[in-house]
């Protein structure tokens, strides 16, 4: 910014300089056909440059406006030397013609007035010539500043951009959340509400259907924490309500399995293991209660389980077949 500044201050400072303002004029005089091309050509760029190379010459070009330049400043000075010495002699002059009677007064003082009209017309033209150059500088300063403002507009409407282009993906992200969270919270209704069903008064009070045929016998329990991922197996065999769990050790009795229910029609296996409080050695759900909720699907041949144990767990129970 400060360069741009600095660039338009030179060509202020050049504009003032009366030399290469008078260059600049003869230039366009002596090459005015290129000045016309330059403001009515209707061509390409490339045509118009073909053309200003074959209009232009070193005389034309730099020869001519450096001469006009030259003979312009030099009259400005005789002129600006002329009304000097006449403002200096002028009472002196009048005296001289008045003694020697050669001029009529009527046509000296005619002539007088028209000498001092045409200094003050060019007094005009040369102020105007000044008002010119000081107006075109202001321009040429104005012009600057609303450069550089269009680049700081510019600059901001590009980083305006940007941050909506980002705040427009932050949406869509969200948008993709919420619409994902959504199908996990009907997910989880639907399956709380099959909880609550298989706990409902009604089934927990009524006789336990528990099949022993099915059940029994030893398997291989697989779980892994859905959080942490940590895997952890055992060894557990159920005998009647009974169950037995073995890790790196002789087999203890833990608890019981209750609540027992099979769909037949969708293999879906349900039921409760009751740990008891001197059982420590299987890591128990979240809430800290003993009380293991299995929700499994069954294979063709009831040999493996896969399902959800306390919400928290993915387990696998694996016949064991001797």
């Known amino acids: 910014m400060d360069q741009i500044k600095e660039f338009f201050g030179n060509a202020k400072e050049r504009l003032n300089n009366p030399f290469f303002f008078s260059f600049i004029l003869s ?5 005015w056909e290129i000045t016309l091309a330059l403001f009515y050509w209707e061509g390409g760029l490339f045509s118009l440059l073909e053309y200003i190379g074959c209009n232009t010459d070193w005389v034309h070009s730099f020869l001519l406006p450096v001469m006009s330049a030259f003979v312009y400043l030099f009259f400005k000075l005789v002129a600006s030397a002329i009304v000097t010495w006449f403002d200096k002699h002028s009472d002196n002059l009048n005296i001289s013609i008045s003694k020697e009677r050669s001029v009529k007064m009527n046509k000296y003082l005619r002539d007088r007035e028209r000498l001092d009209t045409s200094l003050q017309n060019l007094e005009k033209i040369i102020n105007a010539e000044n008002v010119t150059q000081e107006q075109l500088a202001e321009t040429t300063d104005t012009n600057t500043k609303l450069s550089i403002k269009l680049s700081e507009v510019q600059t901001d409407l590009s980083k305006f951009q940007i941050l909506s282009n980002e705040l427009e993906l932050k949406n869509r992200k969200l948008t993709e959340q919420v619409s994902n969270l959504g199908k996990v919270i009907k997910f989880r209704e639907a399956e709380t509400k ?3 069903e298989m706990l409902s008064p009604e089934v927990l009070t009524r006789p336990d259907p528990f099949d022993s045929s099915m059940m029994q016998g030893d398997w291989t329990l697989t779980r892994k924490h859905v959080a942490s991922s940590k895997y ?3 060894h557990i065999f159920i005998s009647g309500k009974e169950l037995s769990i073995s890790k790196n050790s ?6 019981s399995i209750e609540h027992y229910h099979f769909n037949y029609k969708k293999n879906e296996v349900f039921f409760v293991k009751y740990l008891n409080d001197k059982f420590i050695d ?5 809430d800290g209660s003993r009380r293991l909720i299995n929700r499994l699907t069954a294979n063709v041949s009831f040999t493996r389980l896969t399902g959800i144990e306390n919400e928290v767990f993915e387990v ?3 016949k064991y077949i001797r």
């Open 194 to 196: 099959k909880i609550q």
């Open 282 to 286: 299987i890591d128990i759900g979240l």
């Open 316 to 318: 696998t129970y694996d």
């Open 250 to 255: 002789s087999p203890q009795k833990a608890g």
């Open 27 to 31: 230039w366009f005089l002596w090459n």
């Open 232 to 234: 952890e197996r055992y």
